[in-house]
């Protein structure tokens, strides 16, 4: 099984600020990545595929990147609805093998 | 617009069996595949199961592989999601997703919560 590992655990920001949240895969995932956003009492919302896609909806100043075993989630300028929790998932090859890493929480500073 | 209702959720004893069912509006449910993902109370998110559009195909976490069987009924726009033998460790809230390219969750129900306890 593929475990992703996030970093921070906790960041703690200010609106305007840029944010960076890593994810980190215990094997390469290729491009097979996804974020996630999760508010509290919400379901979670997808926020970018395939490392860099955006979902519809998703504002530009949210971007992904990386390649292999390292991602990042990168907020340009946070606003006040950013702040809540943000996991990885990663779905392997075919057939699927669906992980998600355990989270990082952005709170306001 | 997409809307997804997760519905059955609710105590139940270890060891016993529950059903949960997905409705499914605003698109065409026999063309995507369907995800079920939980989550314990304050923890993170995990992958369930996985159904192809068609039923045809279904995947499982090791954690819930020959106790839960996902299903669909396309002629009902529904994703079920029979648990047995629950264990206390299989609390939580569990959520429907629609599929998008084979693996990620695009659209999310608002959750069933599943308590297992005596």
């Known amino acids: 099984e593929i475990v992703l590992t996030q970093s921070p655990a906790t960041l703690s920001l200010s609106p305007g600020e840029r944010a960076t949240l890593s994810c980190r895969a215990s094997q390469s995932v290729n491009n097979h990545l996804a974020w996630y956003q999760q508010k509290p009492g919400q379901a979670p919302r997808l926020l970018i595929y395939d490392t860099s896609n955006r979902a519809s909806g998703i504002p530009a100043r949210i971007s992904g990147s990386g390649s292999g075993t390292d991602f990042t989630l990168t907020i340009s300028s946070l606003e006040p609805e950013d702040f809540a929790v943000y996991y990885c998932?990663?779905?392997?090859?075919?057939?699927?093998?669906?992980?998600f890493g355990q989270g990082t929480r952005l709170e306001i500073k | 617009q997409v809307q997804l209702v997760e519905s059955g959720g609710g105590v139940v004893q270890p060891g016993r069996s529950l059903r949960l069912s997905c409705a499914a509006s605003g698109f065409i449910f026999g063309g995507y595949g369907m995800h079920w993902v939980r989550q314990a109370p304050g923890k993170g998110l995990e992958w369930v199961a996985l159904?192809?559009?068609?039923?045809?195909?279904?995947y499982y976490a090791d954690s819930v592989k020959g106790r839960f069987a996902i299903s669909r009924d396309n002629s009902k726009n529904t994703l079920f999601l029979q648990m047995n033998s629950l264990r206390a460790e299989d609390t939580g809230v569990y959520y429907c997703?629609?599929?998008?390219?084979?693996?990620?969750?695009?659209?999310w129900g608002q959750g069933t919560l599943v308590t297992v306890s005596s």
């Open positions: 159904v192809s559009y068609d039923g045809s195909n279904k």
């Open positions: 997703a629609k599929d998008q390219s084979g693996g990620w969750c695009h659209y």
């Open positions: 998932q990663q779905r392997g090859n075919w057939p699927p093998s669906i992980t």
